[in-house]
């Protein structure tokens, strides 16, 4: 095994970057944070603070990867602001981490894959949660399971934001920054990992009244692969949270399973596995690095050809409220794109 350091660049220094991956990546042995890049300046200062001072900072991805000699990149940057910049690192064969969403445009994901693809570059995207031993047991226990039906939801308030802030991307629906984007590709991808299938039949629908800088809710409609139905539903508008009711509910011929939050999981009303604390965001981060030093996918659980998968119902179901609820092939929405 080389013992030379893996030497990492870090694109896109904001919040998120700074609360997981920067301290992630400075705790695992054997990794230098070479490189750090972010058009906003401020982030960027306190992001090289973080780590100590030692990583060259950049405004401009490419002069970044033009001047570093990078084992790999954590394009850390939001959904709506994904350019070029992954397909020009896995051309110069720099192993790629793309946190999730990967894009709000299937084209452009399509070529970032096409890249990793020809590059031969060892990839994953942020779906942290198949780290989790809570969605690995879950996926033991469905493993002889006849699925019929996947119930997830998310129950939230998300009050009018004040008028200072109304300009963070993160309040604009336009640029990827509502729940069921962020969260939706999580739990299309968690409905995947848990059950083996893939969503072949996507439609949605909204209620987005003036006024909310977000739906209200938004209710997804899947077909999968192996038959089963799924719905992914969001709620935006009640301050008290889901209560005792489980983040996934999973029907089978026979029974079902309750996933609640990250702390149990029941099967027919029965605990059958109760979580210890787990850091989900550190062990993909340890992974990836593993993969990149040991030039071995296999300790990743999934990689950015396998993330499109996740991506792509989401984008699709997103078409479908443009279009007054439309069913969309997903296969057919990935190869017109």
Same mark, same amino acid.
């Given at each position: ?180 984007? /962020? ?5 299309? /991808? ?7 299938? /893939? ?103 999934? /990689? ?34």
């Amino acid at each position: 095994m080389p013992t030379n350091p893996v030497r990492v660049a870090i694109y896109g220094t904001g919040r998120f970057a700074q609360a997981t991956h920067l301290p992630n990546l400075s705790r695992i042995d054997g990794v230098e944070i070479a490189a750090l890049c972010d058009i906003n300046e401020d982030a960027l200062r306190e992001a090289a603070t973080l780590v100590g001072g030692a990583a060259r900072t950049y405004t401009d991805a490419h002069a970044m990867l033009e001047t570093e000699d990078l084992d790999a990149l954590w394009s850390i940057v939001p959904a709506f602001a994904r350019t070029d910049v992954e397909i020009a690192a896995a051309k110069r064969g720099i192993q790629l981490f793309s946190e999730k969403p990967q894009a709000m445009d299937m084209a452009l994901a399509k070529r970032i894959d096409a890249a990793v693809q020809k590059g031969g570059v060892i990839s994953t995207v942020g779906f942290r949660e198949r780290y989790r031993p809570i969605f690995q047991e879950a996926r033991r226990l469905l493993r002889d399971k006849r699925v019929a039906h996947v119930r997830f939801q998310q129950i939230s308030h998300n009050p009018k934001p004040p008028a200072a802030a109304g300009n963070a991307w993160s309040q604009q629906v336009e640029k990827g920054g509502v729940r069921f984007f /962020d969260w939706g590709v999580h739990a299309t /991808d968690y409905t995947r990992f848990m059950t083996g299938q /893939d969503v072949v039949r996507a439609q949605a629908f909204l209620f987005h009244p003036e006024g909310s800088h977000t739906p209200l809710s938004s209710s997804f409609h899947y077909q999968l692969s192996g038959g089963a139905t799924a719905t992914l539903t969001f709620i935006e508008c009640d301050p008290t949270g889901p209560g005792e009711e489980p983040y996934f509910k999973i029907h089978f011929d026979g029974g079902r399973l309750a996933v609640f939050g990250y702390e149990r999981v029941e099967l027919n009303d029965e605990v059958v596995y109760e979580a210890d604390p787990f850091d989900p965001w550190l062990a993909q981060d340890r992974a990836f690095v593993e993969a990149v030093r040991s030039n071995d996918p296999g300790h990743l659980q999934s /990689d950015y050809h396998d993330g499109l998968r996740s991506l792509a119902p989401i984008l699709a179901s997103w078409e479908s409220t443009r279009n007054d609820g439309v069913c969309v092939d997903v296969e057919q929405f990935i190869e017109a794109a």
